[in-house]
């Protein structure tokens, strides 16, 4: 389904890029839906999984949902899972692979703009929402309401965004500047408290020494920014991590809780409930 979209300049840039973007065999290439939740690199989704808690039975609206690997695997668990994304070549990708996973009568598409979306659908109560990178390419000012007018009470939500304010991922961002849009920004620590008018909200902060994976990609594996996108290839190479991780993720966590040095991690989620 396809829903007219606001003809601004931004709506229009994301739209183009993302066509583009998901048609490029390469950068859209899938991830397998379990390993991009349960495995040694899936820090964030692990955490928002043990947030939502049971799935079996709830509505989930996985916005900017681009291949649809998270929305196969909420589907796998038992969910009703409503893909939203602004990109029709998405679309066709997300369709096919729920078609291999055997999980399509599970899952709704709509293409469109998520504020528009969720002002159509405003009587149509979500039990969670959920997204991955897609707050710093949208007006997200206006999200919280919008999700406030589809959550059911007590429904959960959960973002991971990336942060602004480290030097070598920021290096990084200039290098991938080929498969970064023009107006995407990463957020500030403080947008959490824009959800906290409507929401119970909270955020929690990833990938801090961990970010060595992104040095050994650059420097040991001669991997060009623009060539692969690092934050998949964490999936991809999972053999490739698997020594870094173990050892400096439970540097992470004692860190990011016992000192300010979380401002400094690649990752937050933004993470809340409506209450009762």
Sequence with gaps: MNLSLKKSDFIIREKE?????????EHSRIVDPYVLFESISAFENKFIVNFF????????ADIGAGTGESSIYFALKGAKVIWIDIAEAAYEKAKYLA???????NIHFLVGDIIEIFKDYHSLKI?????????HHIDYEKLPESMYNVLSDGGKFAFIEPLKYN?????????????RTFDE?????????????????????????????????????????????????????????KSILLFTEHLDKILTKITPLNFLCWNTVIYGSKSF
Excluded at 17 to 25: A, L, V
Excluded at 53 to 60: N, P
Excluded at 127 to 135: A, E, T
Excluded at 212 to 237: G, S
């Design 167 to 179: 030097p070598l991922i920021n290096i990084y961002r200039m290098l991938a500047d080929k498969i």
């Design 127 to 135: 039990d969670y929402i959920y997204g991955n990178g897609v707050l």
């Design 185 to 241: 920004r990463p957020l500030g620590l403080g947008v959490s408290k824009r959800f906290g008018k409507y929401f119970y909200a909270n955020h929690r902060e990833f990938w801090l020494f961990s970010l060595a994976v992104f040095l050994k990609f650059y420097l040991i594996d001669r991997v060009r920014p623009n060539d692969e996108p690092y934050w998949k290839k964490i999936f991809y190479d999972l053999d490739g991590c």
């Design 99 to 105: 078609k291999k996973f055997n999980v399509e009568e």
């Design 17 to 25: 890029f993302h066509e583009y973007f998901y048609k490029d065999k």
């Design 53 to 60: 808690g049971d799935l079996e039975g709830k509505v989930i």
